[in-house]
């Protein structure tokens, strides 16, 4: 049975052991799980923040730090859930204690918070600003009221807009939005419309992700049940080509097959997980990655409060993959950045220390098919190629992995 929140019910059984701390400069993120509605596409763990308590959330989150946060971390991501749904205070209790353990504010490069246009306005931006946050990423995910409905969404097209427009107003210049396109019942012509509103809006940083319908979401017991249809593939590549040539008009580059930016407006904290890097998450649900070992926090409030209470940190799982899963997967996450990788950063990137490279018949074949292509002594993903980054990945997959694959930060399952 499970708790209330959700959760598995793990009972009272003590936590794994801990990853060891990580080393000074680790990206750190940490997962806020409360949102004003469950969407019905999402399958990451969060729950309705009505009845819960935030305040006590933060302080176990401020425990797990002591013995698990990084010194002088390089980046810090406020993910969740819906981090904006804090109010001001609670952020300053977090975002404060979180200095007072790592002193993150001397060291990032880059600190980010996601945020919802119902709990986004200019108090809240700012807020973010004065506490040492600049980069806000706004889950607009549609202007269709309809289709806002559908996701389950508690916000309207308008609302996005206005929260876009207030941050803006309050000084946020590092502003990113967040799309969705392929949804039932979308037209070409009505995303490209969306594209040319919030591109107009001079926003720095798109990321514009193809709806997926993951185990565990309505979306995917509505499709099974035959109440959804998914768009055909040919749609989804005509709405996957016209934000190319969008962002492409609008001054932004395709760093990243589902992100695009201005110069300098890269998400560096996500690049590190393309780069394989080793990265904390504090936070129920939240997954760790330290040397070739990850670890995971139950997705449960009550256990993980349960945990943090009595031991000060709350490690449901933690697993090793193999070196030639690790090869399979730095190729996977390597590949989806337009600046691709060699072959010899993929073996570092993996920790492999053997004389022999399995990867290079996988790459060769690719290139003859010609869903990669060699710059120097780079490959990366070609024209060809790009639109089909999951079959690629899948191919390094399917030859290397050992293990059952796991999805390592955002965008990993994104087409």
């Not at 959760?7 to 009272?12: A, K, V």
């Not at 030639?324 to 190729?331: G, I, K, M, N």
Request: proline share 7%.
């Amino acid at each position: 049975m499970g708790d209330m929140d959700g959760s598995t019910n793990l009972g009272p059984r003590p936590p794994e052991a801990p990853l060891p701390r990580a080393l000074e400069g680790t990206p750190l993120y940490v997962h806020l799980p409360f949102c004003a509605a469950k969407c019905h596409y999402c399958d990451f763990f969060s729950v309705p923040d009505e009845g819960q308590d935030l305040g006590g959330m933060v302080a176990a989150i401020l425990r797990e730090a002591e013995q698990r946060a990084p010194q002088r971390p390089r980046t810090l991501f406020l993910g969740g859930g819906t981090p904006s749904l804090l109010p001001a205070s609670l952020l300053a209790r977090l975002l404060d204690g979180l200095h007072e353990l790592t002193g993150w504010r001397d060291s990032v490069v880059e600190a980010t918070a996601e945020c919802n246009p119902e709990s986004l306005d200019r108090d809240k931006a700012r807020a973010f600003l004065d506490l040492g946050v600049p980069r806000l990423s706004v889950g607009v995910q549609a202007l269709d009221d309809e289709a806002l409905r559908l996701f389950g969404r508690v916000h309207s097209a308008a609302d996005s807009l206005r929260a876009v427009e207030a941050a803006q107003e309050a000084g946020v210049e590092e502003l990113s939005v967040d799309l969705i396109y392929a949804w039932p019942g979308q037209t070409l012509e009505s995303w490209i419309a969306d594209l040319g509103t919030i591109l107009g809006l001079g926003t720095h940083h798109l990321s514009a992700y193809n709806l997926t319908y993951e185990e565990d979401t309505r979306f995917k017991r509505w499709l099974d049940r035959g109440e959804l249809s998914q768009a055909p593939e040919e749609l989804e590549l005509e709405l996957f080509q016209a934000v190319r040539k969008a962002t492409h008009d609008a001054g932004l580059e395709a760093y990243e097959v589902s992100n695009y930016s201005s110069s300098g407006y890269e998400c560096a904290h996500n690049i590190n997980y393309w780069h394989a890097g080793d990265y904390v998450g504090l936070g129920p649900g939240a997954v760790s990655k330290v040397g070739p070992v990850r670890a995971g926090a139950p997705r449960g409030i009550a256990p993980y409060l349960r945990w943090i209470e009595a031991s000060g940190h709350a490690t449901a799982w933690r697993d090793a993959p193999t070196a030639p899963t690790r090869l399979a997967e730095a190729w996977w996450l390597g590949l989806r950045l337009r600046e691709g990788l060699s072959a010899q950063e993929a073996l570092i990137r993996a920790g492999w220390h053997h004389s022999e490279d399995p990867s290079a018949p996988v790459v060769e074949e690719l290139l003859g098919l010609g869903m990669l292509e060699r710059v120097g002594e780079r490959v990366r993903l070609s024209e060809a190629g790009i639109p089909v980054a999951d079959a690629v990945a899948g191919r390094f997959l399917r030859e290397l992995s050992e293990d059952t694959p796991t999805a390592t930060g955002p965008g990993s399952a994104a087409s």
